[in-house]
């Protein structure tokens, strides 16, 4: 994570702008699929749209393939304006959800399609085959016709596929929905290598947060064709701009009231469900009166049997409504005097002690000052 | 409880039987009598043919009409030129059809139902009519002649009718929705994505027609040309109507060699015949049919 | 880019112009005075008038929709029992021949099918002395044989694109095989056995070729009449008629789209 992190922020550095989406809008008769979207995409980096169904992801994705045109803005790709160019003269590739491998042609075949449209000599493109063929390590397979092969191999036939014309730029529409779990998560990591081998820019549209979280280097969160937040998966989680996207990644507590006070590092936020007031981090402007929510993520609070010590952490008193053991760790429900349901999860280490809790024991929750962030809209 | 397994048991026994002996009574044996009387030699008598076995109970069978058929060349060129005219008709039909079900499949859903009705529709409306439709237009004196005569196109009528030709329109004009409708089944279910993914891998729409559309729609394009050459060659209707006198169709021999010349056993064996040329284009059409529900499964 | 190109859609304008254009110009004439058909001679509609008067017209499609009624309604039965029979019980003895026999009338050419079953009628009266005479009876026969092909093909394919789990999860909750049939299978493919229906009615009163070969003197059928009047051309009470039955099917085609539009957006 931390080296990817370097990386990606030293690409955006050198290069900030090599994909520019300008106010790009999609029309569908009055039906805006996409809204006034701006967004630069550095070189080298593996940048995914997360969102919800219907929010416009693909839309935007098949904009920058070239099978939408743009109702509104412009599109450039490496100084290159592209918002008018048919699919085929654009330096991108595109990985279909569908995967939309060739039904008729044997994975080899597939593969070299690119190379034969460009028209390059037989003993080239056959050479490129085999590079691309070991890439994705389908070297046994490459006469088989895609009907005879198993969902994760015809993915990776259709990233062969679009890899081969090495673009400057792949697009990949969801291109692990269609996998099983424990091929998800392997794939995923053969994804983030092949993306670091190569270095071509990666723009990923996925609704699953985790995939999103665990390949990105950036995460632009979108709904209703509009981005709500754009920033490094440790900026989007932590410090979620707003409550769409504190609601939209993860689970999260959140907790009414209004600014008492405002200092340098810190809000003081009077809680009227809590009759408490509780410090918490801004990343908004905001003004003494206003009225916000306080968000903290399940495993930013502690549960302990005996009120904890810390006098500058949060601290809160309830009872177990209900516990989940998930393994590794569980998922607790507590209950506040006000009936308030809080969150709460933590990892299951051997003297932890909340091994032992049981339903209807009180218990105490904490979290430190700085766990918690003000959401405003 | 055994008893109910009995009776479900004959309900199933039923709904096989009825529907089997019916077939064998009304479609099988029928063959074999063809097949047996095409093997009998005419007579003047009611009916007019010898019997399969005569009176001293010996089997009497005999060639003579099979040979005549393949010694006649009559019968000879008459089989060429049907499968020929077939053949062009179905061409015609599929230059024609495929671009329809092409535009249909990819029109705009709430359009696409209206579209495809349209197609249908002259299919309930009377064959015959839809074929007289066309005498009326191709006349001499038809709607098309007085069209260009009074536009100074031509000065003289220009002879239409009684033509290959008029055959040809006729046969498109009839069998046209046989065409569009298999070809649209398979291109409605074609994913759009392959012809996507070809234009993003370099192909121009034209290049990624002829790379993905038109291989995937083989299944389509095969059973359209097959329900429409089949019909086609057997075809009476049509060259009687439109055709002229020497434009002789097989399906045309076969009922005058029956009605007008009453000879039974030539008629049956020129349907033998028919069936047997018909036999590699049925087959293929159900072979085609039988993979295309294994491929949609 | 999902548009229709200009070359497909001026192709789809031909296509349907020339589909519907020779049926628009019979209505057109169907209302000319003239007794040369080709020639425009004023409006009139004693065309229709002429056709009312006419026994021989009314004799022939009166028998023509009860065979037709008759042969749909027999070959949607024997049809719906051949479809389930191909579709839900996978092996019986002569499945092959069973299969093969539903869909070959299907490309059969008609003057085959027309030919055999006449000499079938006559070899059964030499034997059995029946059918005596060739006429309502034995074009009945001919037409369930070919359109009961036609229904179990679709009663065959609804059930194959139906669920099998619905029909056992009827036996699972006690139904013996035959009440299940009644309960649940049969409504189910009541749509397709509406559809079988009126497809074989349509067919049989389509046939001119079949119908020829299998009915005897003295009874002819609609197209069987229009057939003897077109063979000396065209004539202005064949382009009333005509005009009368498109109008008969467009309007019914267009009330059953209406309605299933209708079901389907509710
Ligand atoms: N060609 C089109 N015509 C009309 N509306 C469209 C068209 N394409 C997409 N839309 C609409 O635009 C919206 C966004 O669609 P898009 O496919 O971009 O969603 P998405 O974010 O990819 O969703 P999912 O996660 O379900 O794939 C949807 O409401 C969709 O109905
Ligand atoms: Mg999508």
Redesign the interface.
């Known amino acids: 994570m931390e080296y990817k992190q370097e990386q990606s922020k030293a690409a955006q550095e050198e290069n900030s702008s090599f994909i520019r989406i300008s106010n790009v809008s999609k029309h569908f008769g009055d039906f805006v699929a996409v809204d006034d979207v701006s967004l630069d995409i550095g070189k080298g980096e593996l940048f995914s749209i997360l969102g919800g169904s219907g929010c416009g992801k693909t839309t935007l994705l098949r904009m920058l393939a070239g099978f939408e045109v743009p109702s509104g803005g412009s599109i450039e790709i490496d100084g290159l304006d592209v918002t008018r160019l048919p699919p085929y003269e654009r330096p991108v590739n595109m990985m279909f959800q569908s995967y939309a491998v060739f039904p008729h042609m044997n994975v080899e075949k597939n593969i070299a399609y690119g190379l034969v449209k460009d028209g390059l000599p037989k003993n080239e493109i056959r050479k490129h085959v085999d590079e691309m063929l070991e890439l994705v390590q389908l070297g046994d397979f490459r006469r088989r016709k895609p009907a005879q092969l198993s969902g994760g191999q015809r993915q990776r036939v259709a990233l062969a596929r679009a890899l081969i014309k090495k673009p400057k730029v792949l697009l990949l529409d969801e291109p692990l929905a269609a996998l099983d779990k424990k091929l998800r998560e392997r794939t995923q990591f053969e994804l983030m290598n092949i993306q670091y081998e190569t270095g071509i820019t990666f723009v990923v549209v996925t609704h699953d947060q985790e995939e999103a979280m665990t390949l990105s280097s950036r995460i632009a969160v979108m709904d209703k064709g509009q981005f709500r937040q754009v920033g490094t998966p440790k900026e989007v989680y932590e410090f979620p701009d707003n409550r769409f996207v504190a609601g939209f990644i993860g689970t999260i507590n959140t907790f009414h009231g209004s600014i008492a006070s405002i200092s340098e590092e810190t809000l003081s936020v009077y809680s009227d469900e809590l009759q408490l007031t509780l410090p918490a981090l801004g990343t908004h402007p905001v003004e003494v009166g206003q009225e916000v929510d306080i968000a903290v993520r399940p495993e930013k609070i502690f549960l302990s049997r005996d009120e904890p010590d810390n006098p500058d952490d949060v601290r809160i008193q309830g009872v177990v409504d209900d516990l989940g053991y998930l393994g590794n760790r569980s998922l607790y429900r507590i209950r506040l005097a006000n009936g308030k349901i809080v969150q709460v999860s933590s990892q299951n280490r051997r003297r932890s002690v909340t091994r032992f809790l049981e339903w209807e024991d009180k218990v105490w929750i904490s979290w430190r000052p700085r766990s918690a962030v003000v959401l405003v809209d | 409880m055994a008893g109910?397994v009995n009776?479900?048991n004959l309900?199933?026994r039923?709904?096989?039987a009825?529907?089997?002996l019916?077939?064998?009574?009304?479609?099988?044996?029928?063959?074999i009598?063809?097949l047996k009387?095409s093997l009998a030699d005419p007579v003047i008598a009611q009916?007019p043919f010898t019997p399969t076995f005569d009176e001293q109970g010996a089997l009497s069978i005999s060639l003579d009409n099979f040979r005549f058929l393949l010694t006649d060349d009559l019968y000879a060129i008459t089989y060429l030129r049907s499968v020929v005219i077939a053949g062009i008709a179905t061409l015609l039909c599929l230059a024609?059809?495929f671009?329809?079900a092409?535009?249909?499949s990819?029109?705009r859903e709430q359009t696409r139902?209206l579209?495809l009705?349209?197609?249908?529709?002259?299919f309930?409306?009377?064959?015959?009519?839809?074929v007289?439709?066309?005498?009326?237009?191709m006349?001499n004196?038809?709607?098309i002649n007085?069209t260009l005569l009074w536009l100074g196109v031509i000065d003289a009528p220009i002879q239409m009718m009684y033509t290959d030709i008029a055959v040809f329109v006729g046969l498109v004009?009839s069998y046209?929705p046989f065409m569009v409708l298999p070809l649209y089944a398979t291109l409605e279910r074609m994913?759009?994505?392959?012809v996507?993914?070809?234009?993003?891998?370099?192909?121009?729409?034209t290049?990624a027609f002829w790379?993905?559309t038109w291989?995937?729609s083989r299944p389509g394009v095969v059973a359209g040309c097959?329900?429409v050459f089949?019909?086609a060659?057997?075809?009476?209707?049509i060259p009687?109507?439109l055709g002229g006198p020497e434009s002789l169709l097989i399906?045309r021999v076969?009922?005058d060699e029956?009605f007008v010349n009453r000879d039974?056993p030539l008629?049956?064996a020129v349907?033998v015949v028919?069936?047997l040329l018909?036999v590699v284009p049925?087959v293929i059409?159900?072979r085609n049919q039988a993979r295309d529900a294994e491929a949609a499964t | 880019m999902r548009k229709t190109s200009r070359f497909t859609t001026s192709v789809l304008a031909f296509g349907y112009a020339f589909l519907y254009i020779p049926l628009l110009l019979v209505v057109v004439y169907s209302f000319n005075d003239s007794r040369i058909a080709t020639v425009w001679g004023g409006f009139s509609t004693r065309w229709y008038g002429a056709l009312w008067q006419n026994d021989q017209v009314l004799d022939a499609a009166l028998l023509s929709f009860r065979v037709a009624f008759t042969a749909a309604s027999m070959a949607t039965v024997l049809g719906t029992m051949a479809g389930l029979a191909l579709a839900r019980f996978r092996r019986f003895r002569g499945r092959t021949l069973f299969s093969g026999m539903i869909t070959s009338p299907l490309v059969m050419p008609e003057v085959i099918t027309g030919l055999s079953l006449l000499l079938l009628f006559v070899s059964l009266q030499q034997l059995t002395g029946w059918p005596g005479q060739r006429g309502f009876s034995t074009i009945t026969i001919a037409h369930t044989t070919f359109a009961m092909a036609y229904v179990a093909i679709i009663v065959q394919s609804r059930l194959a694109a139906m669920d099998e789990s619905l029909e056992e999860a009827a036996m699972d909750l006690g139904g013996r095989p035959l009440r299940v049939v009644f309960d649940i299978t049969l409504p189910l493919i009541a749509p397709a056995m509406i559809a079988g229906w009126l497809l074989a009615f349509t067919l049989s009163l389509d046939d001119l070729v079949i119908a020829s070969f299998v009915s005897g003197p003295g009874s002819s059928t609609l197209p069987m009449y229009i057939f003897s009047k077109v063979k000396l051309g065209v004539s202005p009470d064949i382009n009333a008629l005509a005009t009368l039955i498109i109008a008969i099917v467009t309007i019914g085609v267009l009330i059953a789209w209406l309605a299933t539009r209708r079901t389907r957006s509710a």
């Open positions: 109910s009776r479900d309900w199933q039923v709904a096989i009825t529907p089997y019916w077939l064998l009574l009304f479609f099988l044996i029928p063959f009598i063809i009387i009916p024609l059809g671009p329809m092409y535009g249909i990819r029109a139902g579209l009705l349209l197609i249908v529709l002259p309930w409306i009377s064959f015959l009519l839809r007289y439709a066309w005498m009326g237009l006349n004196h038809g709607v007085n004009y046209l994913d759009l994505d392959l996507e993914a070809a234009q993003d891998l370099g192909a121009t729409r290049r790379d993905v291989p995937l097959m329900l089949i019909p060659m057997g075809e009476y209707v009687y109507l399906g076969l009922f029956f039974w008629a049956s349907a028919l069936l018909l049925i059409l159900q």
